[in-house]
């Protein structure tokens, strides 16, 4: 079966602080690994990888992709109240399929 | 360019009532998804379709859903003689031709009493 895990589950930290937030995935057809930011509405795109090792950058945030260990990782520094939100982890599936797996997610408080 | 839109936002269904949840993807996409999140889960794949055609329906329940992409119109969900456990948000995606990016839409809220 298809898996995509996230860790950790919550995260609590200060305004200021950096997070690294990861994303291990088991699947039986990858294509690319995305990563999206859900506050109280819908999802919206932060990332798409597709190679490993190459870093995508926007911002304060960060993400790469360990194709060989089957992980990737989403950093966000000097964190704002702002970046509190469920981020997601998605891995799109080739094959004819074109679905995305999903994470639980991990829950990122950011207090001032 | 305005982005998925679904409505409602909100939707409370009677068990045994039927709920339509609507959908109308990005301008120019031409790939719909649909998903559903329970409470503390992930979002979990139910339908992919394109215009009047079903591609991969392998995340939906066999028996009350289905769903459908006209020609005209947006994309429906359609879940007959709910049951308590249907109670969810339902969120629509849109992706154009050959990209894996989807981008979801607000989601629609089922409640079932």
């Known amino acids: 079966e298809d898996k995509v895990v996230q860790s950790p589950l919550s995260l609590v930290v200060h305004e200021g602080d950096t997070v690294t937030l990861n994303c291990s995935y088991e699947v039986t057809n990858f294509r690319s690994l995305l990563w999206y930011k859900q506050e109280k509405k819908a999802p919206t795109f932060l990332f798409m990888l597709?190679?490993?090792?190459i870093e995508k950058k926007s911002g304060r945030l960060s993400s790469i992709l360990d194709k060989k260990e089957l992980f990737s990782i989403l950093n966000i520094t000097a964190t704002q109240t702002g970046d509190s939100a469920v981020y997601l982890c998605a891995v799109a599936l080739g094959g004819g399929s074109e679905k995305l797996v999903f994470g639980k997610g991990t829950k990122l408080t950011v207090n001032p | 360019n305005a982005g998925v839109m679904q409505n409602p936002r909100h939707l409370v269904r009677r068990r045994g009532q039927e709920a339509r949840l609507r959908c109308s993807p990005m301008?120019?996409?031409?790939?719909v998804y649909w998903y559903r999140q329970l409470p503390e889960e992930g979002l979990k794949f139910m339908v992919y379709l394109q215009k009047e055609n079903i591609i991969d329906e392998s995340g939906m329940p066999k028996e009350r859903f289905s769903a459908e992409f006209p020609k005209e119109g947006p994309s429906i969900l359609r879940i007959q003689q709910v049951v308590r456990g249907d109670s969810a948000a339902y969120f629509c995606a849109s992706s154009p031709i050959g990209t894996d990016t989807q981008y979801f839409g607000p989601g629609t809220r089922l409640t079932v009493l």
């Open positions: 597709t190679s490993s090792g």
């Open positions: 301008k120019g996409h031409s790939h």
